[in-house]
């Protein structure tokens, strides 16, 4: 399970690894273009029940930390989808993972 830290919130998000590592791809560069945009999700089991949003921005300092050693092997498809999700005016909703076979 990673951990997004993001600003100075009291509660870090745990987000698995996988999904982790495609969203550092998505939310990297839409901040390096300067893009501000919405993540959401929905809280885990043992946690507050509800859904939460953060409101990304370019000056607002962020940190991904994976459990794994080794990273994992990033799918485009997954990728553009959440891109996708995140050029919507809904922001970037945790998409599960694909059920097609890895691209090349």
């Not at 607002?60 to 553009?80: C, G, K, N, Y």
């Not at 996708?84 to 090349?104: Q, R, V």
Request: hydrophobic residues 40%; charged residues 20%; proline residues 7%.
């Amino acid at each position: 399970m990673g951990t997004l830290f993001y600003g100075g919130a009291a509660e870090p998000v745990h987000i698995e690894d996988r999904l982790l590592a495609h969203l550092k791809v998505v939310i990297s560069t839409k901040l390096r273009r300067n893009e501000c945009f919405t993540l959401s999700w929905v809280h885990q089991e043992g946690d507050t029940p509800g859904r939460s949003t953060l409101w990304m921005h370019p000056a607002i300092p962020l940190r991904f930390v994976f459990d794994a050693r080794e990273s994992a092997e990033l799918r485009s498809d997954w990728i553009v989808a959440l891109a996708n999700s995140a050029s919507s005016s809904g922001g970037i909703s945790l998409l599960p993972e694909l059920m097609s076979p890895p691209s090349e």
